[in-house]
């Protein structure tokens, strides 16, 4: 589990995956289809930004 994975791993146990958690889940295999896949495309484009805003909504979803 990366460094960006682990919050979301813990906070996906406590939540049972509420929608937030599972948009920054899948947000976060889109990200590694961007690094990793070779230039395969991705369904939805994916930044650095998107990910910290997403994660922003995760938090405030569950009030951490």
């Not at 690094?35 to 405030?60: C, D, F, H, K, N």
């Amino acid at each position: 589990v990366t460094r960006r994975e682990r919050p979301l791993a813990d906070v996906w146990q406590r939540t049972q995956g509420g929608p937030a958690v599972r948009q920054m889940a899948w947000l976060l295999e889109e990200w590694r289809i961007k690094i990793y896949g070779g230039g395969q495309p991705q369904a939805v484009p994916v930044t650095e930004e998107t990910l910290q805003a997403q994660w922003s909504e995760v938090r405030r979803a569950l009030a951490l």
